[in-house]
């Protein structure tokens, strides 16, 4: 039956060029794409040239196309048109199945057959392989069930439908037809170098067998300017069958026959359990040639793929850069075939550089691969970026500078560069272009830079990179850094710039701070500043900003006022490898040289200063000063204490221990790291109580100088006056009264009378001693004071002495004992010896007198002795 009439694949398809792959020109073979991937489930829908009939139309042209600029506003294109398609052999016999009959072109995937090289050599996705993840089978795998076909390039034609096997048409069929290929960019046209042909699916030669041998042929058709060249070869290694290139018609025809059947049938393979990888396929090269006749013949199906050579080189640095393309047209060497020859035998073709190019070398690239390394392109083919040779540790300039490039050339041609000098990621046409250059005879050309005053350091070991692009063409205008010309080439470069940098840090030693946070770096500001010009400014810490060669002056300053607890103690100026810039004294900070390249970063360390401690002691009773204490501090500094001693002298230098303030009863304590201090008096001065309060000092960023609000007073000890008044006899004389009066100061006068009681608590006069006789005056305070007898005891004689006692700092907080004072009794009275009145009388009022005296005095001791007596029951 005739199969129905089918639409073959129509419009524009993307070019297609191969991602994965053994093959050498990946990059440079632009393979003919005749449908979409996948292929319809209907094979009618994949056919590509009929009849004029129910196969389809008799003349189809393909167009493949691709963009080279980001805009895609430069559109190349590739056409090719098909048409003369004959089926030569129909109606022949054809050994398993029905005479040959008439059959399309069909669209075909290679790698669908085990034994397929070309999908080995060039690929998307993958080539062909087994379930098992390997090329080759191993084990009980068989085909088709264990076989998967990852090939995404739907580059074969095919002499018919081969998913029919020998119940289809095309089956045994050879086949013919011609193709005629062009290229423009934007219309306007575009050389090409010549057509590719390659074995798309395995061949045999079967015909000692009595079938056909299976081949794939081309016949240039524009004359004898053809120059044939192998440029892949593949086939299983172990595989004894390699592939002739059969020359003949004058050389204007080439055909590729194996000299036998195909590597998967070799070492006992068969169709079920194919052996090795396949092959053996060749990929042939037209060179001077874009219009051929194209025959194929298959023992059941064969299949050819069809490329195209269009010279595109791209650059490859990263996408923000631009899309930047050219146009060239390569010479090849080696690989020809001018007699008939083994294909495997013979030095494979290389692509070698056009007239107008850089450096040495040159190959072609499907499309742009943007990478970090400006190197994407330098994986497939040859590493063609030769015309640069970059200084080893980069380029090294600073702002304003110039900066000059030679670059190796091969004219005619103009040649510009461009520097990302501020590193935005594009190239600034403006501020970035070096001057064009021609390409001299000798093969050279400089290229000069003005430094833009925005450069920024990039170096790739210090995370950050730049790029340097380098174009020649000879086509007429300027050189822009993205686009395409139409001769010529493109290198990119990842590229070093160093200029001199300078960074400023601020770090705080805070070994003083204790538990105290330390001020934080960003309350300093810090400039550097040149010929009186500040250059780079920033709170705690600067960025690493470009900067001249030249001196600069490296300052901080504060609108803390917590700063002041911090001292500037070294400004240290270093290089990322440890060397160390001389600096020289600044006010407020340092100067330091920058020179050439040098990447410097200096930091500014401040560290918090001590603190001290102050305070003061006076006499509590008059507010002088008071000499002769001993405290105890305790905090930071001093976490177990220490004892600070008053230093007392006449000068501060003579003060040797903690406290270092020469004045009396003025206490400092320097040295003090931050934090909360507690100060407690040990020893007071002889006469002094010891004060019992603790006092908290507290040194911080607010308050370095840390002193108690008042001075600390010590109180004066009272002290005690004790005396004792006897009879005659010794025997204690109560109800004597005294006065005691101080008289320096002068103060108010004491009446001390005598307490007679049963204890001291129940004495509530000045007297404090119960004793009769006995006295105890207590809480006197410093002074001299005056002892006078008031008034003494009945029957005795009243005291005029006057009894003095002084009490100070040697006898405060004692009691001072007087002693015992002794009163007379009253005596009898005169008896005249002459006149008046008689004897007599006197003795009788002597007598009488003398009865009373004896009989009061009697009654007293009675009271006395009673009084002790109760004392001791």
């Known amino acids: 039956a005739v199969p129905p009439a089918a639409a073959a694949p129509g419009g524009e398809l993307p070019a297609v060029y191969a991602t994965g792959g053994d093959g050498r020109f990946t990059d440079a073979i632009q393979w003919l794409q005749w449908s979409d991937y996948p292929l319809a489930a209907n094979a009618e829908d994949n056919t590509v040239l009929g009849y004029g009939d129910q196969y389809g139309s008799a003349t189809r042209t393909i167009t493949n196309y691709r963009y080279l ?27 398993d199945a029905g005479p040959v009959q008439r059959a399309p072109l069909v669209a075909t995937v290679p790698g669908k057959w085990a034994g397929d090289a070309l999908d080995n050599l060039y690929n998307v996705g ?23 076909n990852d090939n995404r390039m739907v580059i074969g034609l095919s002499n018919g439908f081969a998913d029919r096997g020998n119940a289809g048409v095309g089956y045994g069929s050879r086949m013919s037809f011609d193709m005629q290929c062009s290229a423009s960019l934007n219309g306007e046209e575009v050389p090409l170098s010549g057509l590719v042909l390659a074995d798309a ?19 240039a058709t524009q004359g004898s300017d053809t120059s044939w060249r192998v440029l892949d070869a593949y086939k299983d290694s172990s595989c004894p069958v390699t592939t002739q290139a059969v020359v003949s018609n004058g050389g204007d025809t080439v055909q590729l026959l194996p000299t036998g059947e195909e590597c998967v049938y070799q070492n006992g393979g068969r169709y079920s359990r194919p052996e090795g990888t396949g092959g053996p396929g060749t990929v042939l090269f037209m060179q001077g040639s874009t219009e051929a006749r194209i025959s194929m013949q298959g023992r059941g199906y064969s299949a050819v793929a069809l490329g195209l050579v269009v010279g595109t080189d791209f650059g490859d640095a990263p996408a923000s850069y631009g899309r930047a393309s050219s146009l060239f047209q390569p010479t090849w060497t080696g690989g020809r075939i001018t007699r008939t020859t083994d294909a495997f035998a013979v030095d494979q073709a290389t692509m070698s550089a056009s007239d107008t ?24 083919g040859i590493d063609d970026e030769d015309g640069v040779a970059l200084p080893a540790g980069g380029i090294e300039t600073e702002p304003g500078g110039s900066y000059t490039q030679q670059v190796s050339c091969t004219g005619p041609g103009r040649i510009a560069g461009w520097v990302d000098w501020n590193r935005n990621g594009r190239f600034d046409e403006s501020t970035e272009k070096s001057a064009e250059r021609s390409c001299s005879a000798s093969g050279s050309a400089t290229l000069s830079w003005t430094v833009p005053d925005d450069v920024v350091r990039s170096v790739a070991d210090e995370g950050a990179t730049s790029y340097l692009r380098v174009r020649i063409t000879n086509d007429a205008g300027p050189l822009r850094a993205t686009g395409n010309t139409r001769t010529g080439e493109v290198e990119d470069y990842a590229v070093d710039v160093r200029v001199p940098t300078l960074r400023l840090v601020k770090d705080v030693d805070a070994a003083h701070v204790a538990d105290d946070q330390p001020l934080a770096p960003d309350s300093w500001t810090l400039t550097a500043a040149a010929d009186g010009r500040d250059v780079l400014s920033g709170q705690g810490s600067t960025a690493e900003t470009v900067v001249r060669p030249g001196r600069y002056t490296v300052t901080e300053s504060s609108d803390d006022p917590r700063a002041q607890a911090y001292e500037l103690t070294d400004v240290e100026c270093t290089t990322p490898d440890g060397q160390q810039l001389t600096t020289g004294d600044a006010d407020g900070g340092a100067t330091v040289d920058l020179t050439g390249h040098d990447r410097v970063t200096c930091t500014l360390t401040n560290a918090a200063r001590q603190g001290s401690a102050t305070w003061s002691k006076i006499d509590g009773a008059d507010g002088r000063p008071l000499g002769g204490t001993v405290w105890t501090l305790t905090g930071p500094s001093h976490p177990d ?69 008042q001075a600390v007073p010590d109180d004066r000890k009272d002290a005690a006056v004790k005396w004792s008044k006897t009879a005659a006899d010794g025997s204690p004389l109560g109800e004597s009264t005294w006065t005691l009066t101080p008289t320096d100061p002068a103060g108010v006068a004491m009446t001390v009378e005598d ?71 009253h005596g009898s009275p005169t008896i005249p010896l002459t006149g008046g009145r008689g004897a007599q009388l006197f003795l009788l009022l002597g007598g009488a007198l003398l009865g009373v005296g004896a009989g009061t005095a009697a009654v007293r001791r009675r009271r006395v002795r009673a009084s002790a007596e109760n004392r001791s029951a």
């Not at 395995?202 to 042929?217: I, L, T």
Request: charged share 20%; hydrophobic share 30%; glycine share 14%.
């Open 69 to 95: 600029d980001d805009a895609q506003t430069l559109k190349l294109t590739t056409t090719c048109t098909l048409s003369g398609l004959v089926t030569e052999n129909v109606g022949q016999a054809n050994g």
């Open 126 to 148: 993958g080539p062909g392989h087994w379930s098992d993840g390997q090329i080759a089978r191993s084990g009980n795998l068989t085909y088709p069930g264990d076989y998967v």
């Open 201 to 219: 699916e395995a061949s045999s030669a079967h015909s000692p067998k009595g079938y056909r041998d299976e081949w794939v042929q081309a016949t």
């Open 357 to 380: 190019r850089l450096g040495a070398g040159i190959d072609s690239e499907g499309d742009q691969k943007f990478s970090t390394g400006a190197n994407g392109d330098d994986y497939s």
């Open 641 to 709: 204490g220490t004892d600070v001693e008053d230093c007392v002298a006449d000068d501060a230098a003579a003060c040797t221990g903690p406290d270092t303030d020469p004045g009396e009863g003025a206490f400092t304590v320097a040295g003090l790291d931050w934090g909360h201090y507690a100060l407690k008096e040990k020893s007071a001065p002889q006469g002094y109580g010891l004060n019992p309060n603790t006092y908290i000092l507290t040194v911080n960023d607010s308050s370095l100088e840390a002193s108690l609000d």
């Open 755 to 825: 307490c007679r009681a049963d204890s001291a608590d129940d004495c509530t006069g000045p007297d404090k001693d119960p004793a009769a006789g006995g006295f105890l005056v207590e809480g006197l305070t410093w002074g001299d004071y005056e002892l006078k007898e008031k008034s003494a005891p009945a029957g005795y004689v009243l005291s005029k002495d006057v009894h003095g006692v002084r009490i100070g700092a040697a006898n405060a907080g004692t009691t001072i004992d007087l002693g015992s004072f002794t009163n007379a009794m």
